[in-house]
């Protein structure tokens, strides 16, 4: 099982207001392929961090209801397995995020992979290289 960032959802659901770069549509068309891979069953990870990352994004960029809509399905799909994050985890993820000079949402995900496990991540966010012991898928 693989923890999935927000990065995923953020590219496969924002429609542009300009033209995309090749690398840019590259990114979206991955993204999503990793989506309709998720509403095909495969099972994934996400933390209620990350949820709520997703969220603030997407009603910055498109009407409540429609970013309110993809929560909704995110939150209900049997594939999408949700994790609760602790204050312990963020002080965890905290001093993971000062110690390899990354995001603290980064973080998290890292602190929560690790107590689970999960070796890989999907995402588009290249921080993810930076720690040992993380795959970062992004196809």
């Known amino acids: 099982m693989k923890f999935v960032d927000a990065s995923v959802f953020v590219h496969a659901f924002?429609?542009?207001?300009r033209e995309l770069k090749p690398h840019e549509e590259r990114i979206k068309r991955s993204a999503r392929q990793i989506v309709k891979r998720i509403d095909a069953g495969e099972e994934?990870?996400?933390?209620?961090?990350?949820?709520?990352?997703?969220?603030?994004?997407?009603?910055?960029?498109?009407?409540?209801?429609?970013?309110?809509?993809?929560?909704?399905?995110?939150?209900?799909?049997?594939?999408?397995?949700?994790?609760?994050?602790?204050?312990?985890?963020?002080?965890?993820?905290?001093?993971t995020a000062q110690t390899n000079a990354i995001g603290f949402s980064d973080a998290i995900a890292y602190v929560l992979m690790s107590d689970r496990n999960i070796q890989e991540i999907y995402?588009?966010?290249?921080?993810?290289?930076?720690?040992?012991?993380?795959?970062?898928?992004?196809?």
């Open 14 to 17: 924002i429609q542009p207001k």
């Open 44 to 95: 994934v990870v996400i933390s209620t961090v990350h949820l709520a990352e997703i969220a603030n994004i997407l009603e910055d960029f498109m009407p409540l209801n429609n970013a309110l809509e993809i929560i909704s399905s995110l939150v209900s799909k049997p594939s999408i397995v949700i994790l609760n994050v602790t204050g312990r985890d963020c002080v965890k993820a905290l001093l």
């Open 123 to 139: 995402s588009f966010d290249k921080d993810f290289e930076n720690i040992k012991g993380i795959k970062r898928v992004n196809a």
